[in-house]
């Protein structure tokens, strides 16, 4: 993502600080500025001169306020441009139908079985009944990850390994979902490495045969102008319902979605983010204006907190922490808990400004490994009352976890710490309680 364009921005307007009018030389150099980020970050250059002239348009003559920067307003302007680019609002996906049928279509690799197991995660944490039908009949080991990936999510998987007619299967499924009472299908497609005519014919065949709800088209985001393209010629074929953006993560840049929302003029209903099945997100047009402005995108990490937290796990931690009685197996659930919101330089990354420090950093749920490491090496026990943790003690868990000792220190002393911090702010709890009940 083109995570230093505000900062950029702001340095080519630097010479405008204080008051005055936004005129047609000092917007020229920052409206450049801003074209050359949008074709960096992917977006098609017709798509970016568009969306630079309509800035310019908006800037000239507006009144910068004391309070905002030349930069900022042109931030602000740019941001409202690309979130109308992306489609304005959110659109959800279409689930009428009894099954509602979903249909997933796209290139092999695009990461449409890994879509189609977090979307059913997600519908099934709805409230949902869902069933997974595995419909790539040429790569038998398809079937086999949507198994993996419907165990791991606990949502049924339909599959006819010996089969090769993919209508004949998802036929059977969808009848096979009537008798069980599930109430969507979703339904995963073969794709090829490039547009075929064989692979259009059966999607097309499929689409007409199960009159789905809606029909997505998952595509790779980091395929850039190829993204494009083939967007193009599935719409042509398929006349899809939305997109599906996969591998935002990393460095992916997020031109994609300005650019296929502009081309094919379809809204983008979801991202995913990471291999994990927790990474899905619906997508937000200003959220994501916002997080290609490097503005972060601090609601999404909250809304990924709050799906992702157990509220009764969370409540009986809370208990323990009142009570000082927070352990080290208290300790190693907390760290699952963070684990399962994705990955953690993902989230960082939502965090304003935090994408640019994170840029070179290495971070994954890997750095947590040596911490877990030493608290497996504990004895029930020992974890329960980690101050019995002796030096003796001390020595055999730094040798059962193959840490140093100074790293079992550390943990040890910033557990102490932390349970320090606990009961102090517990004591104050208990203060303002004492002093409530005095008046
Ligand atoms: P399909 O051939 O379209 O079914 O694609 P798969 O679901 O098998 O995905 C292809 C590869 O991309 C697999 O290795 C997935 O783990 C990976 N993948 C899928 N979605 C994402 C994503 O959002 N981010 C990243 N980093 N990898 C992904």
Do not use: W
């Amino acid at each position: 993502m083109f995570d230093n364009l505000s900062y950029k921005l702001d340095r080519a307007f630097k010479t405008l600080k204080g008051t005055g009018k936004i005129t047609e030389i000092n917007v020229a150099s920052t409206v450049k500025e801003i074209r050359r980020a949008l074709i960096d970050a992917d977006v098609n250059y017709k798509v970016a001169k568009e969306v630079t002239d309509t800035i310019k348009q908006e800037a000239l003559g507006r009144d910068v306020l004391i309070a905002v920067s030349p930069g900022q307003l042109l931030v602000k302007i740019t941001q409202e441009e690309l979130t109308k680019l992306m489609g304005g609002k959110k659109e959800d996906i279409n689930l009428q139908g009894d099954p509602a049928v979903v249909l997933i279509s796209g290139l092999q690799g695009s990461g449409k079985t890994t879509f189609s197991g977090k979307l059913a995660g997600q519908l099934k944490k709805q409230g949902r009944q869902v069933l997974l039908v595995a419909c790539d009949i040429y790569r038998p080991a398809a079937i086999d990850q949507l198994k993996v990936l419907g165990e791991q999510i606990g949502v049924e998987v339909y599959a006819e390994p010996e089969n090769k007619n993919a209508l004949e299967i998802a036929s059977r499924a969808i009848a096979h979902a009537k008798k069980t009472g599930k109430k969507t299908v979703i339904v995963d497609t073969a794709g090829r490495l490039a547009v075929d005519e064989q692979m259009m014919q059966e999607i097309e065949a499929l689409k007409k045969a199960l009159n789905p709800s809606e029909t997505l088209f998952v595509v790779d985001s980091m395929t850039g102008q190829d993204a494009v393209n083939t967007a193009k010629t599935f719409d042509e074929r398929l006349d899809f319902d939305g997109v599906v953006l996969t591998k935002l993560d990393g460095d992916t840049r997020g031109g994609a979605a300005i650019s296929i929302r502009h081309v094919v003029n379809k809204p983008i209903k979801f991202i995913s983010t990471g291999e994990k099945m927790e990474n899905i997100d619906a997508f937000h047009p200003d959220r994501m204006a916002q997080r290609i402005l490097g503005m972060g995108d601090v609601i999404s990490l909250v809304e990924r907190a709050q799906q992702s937290f157990d509220e009764d796990e969370a409540k009986r931690i809370n208990a323990k922490i009142r009570k000082n009685q927070f352990n080290f197996d208290d300790f190693l659930s907390q760290l699952e808990q963070i684990k399962k919101m994705g990955n953690l330089k993902d989230l960082m990354g939502m965090i304003p400004g935090m994408g640019k420090a994170l840029k070179g950093l290495d971070i994954d749920d890997d750095s947590f490994k040596p911490i877990e490491a030493i608290i497996r090496s504990m004895t029930p026990a020992e974890r329960e009352h980690p101050d019995i943790l002796d030096g003796s003690r001390r020595k055999r868990i730094a040798k059962g976890s193959g840490r140093s000792i100074t790293e079992v220190n550390n943990l040890l002393k910033q557990f102490n710490d932390m349970r320090k911090l606990m009961k102090q702010m517990n004591k104050m709890g208990g203060a303002q309680k004492a002093l409530g009940s005095m008046v």
